[in-house]
């Protein structure tokens, strides 16, 4: 999960972290363990659902079927992300990304 603002991700990596929380519900329904991303500091399970909505919503924006309601589970509190750090990383690892975060950046400060 990075938490940022959707409207930062490029296609790949808000599909990307759609497709990921799926996958954390599923292993949690499974009852497998996400402790090796949890201390990573990649996970909020309570913040799991949440999520899953604004990035629904920027799919749909971005006209994205979204035909995978998320399985219902159990939240609890665990997990912390850094969107700081996370935001920096990704203006690092993706070059369509790092465009998006800087136009938003500047539409944020013009309003
Ligand atoms: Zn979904
Ligand atoms: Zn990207």
């Given at each position: 999960?990075?938490?940022?603002?959707?409207?930062?991700?490029?296609?790949?990596?808000?599909?990307?972290?759609?497709?990921?929380?799926?996958?954390?519900?599923?292993?949690?329904?499974?009852?497998?363990?996400?402790?090796?991303?949890?201390?990573?500091?990649?996970?909020?399970?309570?913040?799991?659902k949440?999520?899953?909505a604004?990035?629904?919503?920027?799919?749909?924006?971005?006209?994205?079927?979204?035909?995978?309601?998320?399985?219902?589970?159990?939240?609890?509190?665990?997990?912390?992300?850094?969107?700081?750090?996370?935001?920096?990383?990704?203006?690092?690892?993706?070059?369509?990304?790092?465009?998006?975060?800087?136009?938003?950046?500047?539409?944020?400060?013009?309003?």
């Amino acid at each position: 999960m990075w938490n940022l603002n959707p409207a930062y991700l490029c296609t790949q990596h808000l599909l990307g972290e759609h497709k990921e929380i799926h996958q954390a519900v599923g292993s949690i329904l499974k009852g497998r363990s996400l402790k090796g991303h949890l201390e990573k500091g990649q996970l909020e399970i309570h913040n799991l659902k949440k999520r899953h909505a604004e990035l629904v919503r920027e799919m749909k924006k971005r006209n994205f079927n979204h035909n995978s309601p998320l399985p219902d589970f159990e939240e609890f509190y665990a997990g912390k992300i850094d969107p700081q750090k996370n935001k920096l990383d990704l203006m690092k690892r993706c070059k369509k990304c790092r465009v998006r975060i800087k136009d938003q950046d500047k539409k944020e400060k013009q309003t």
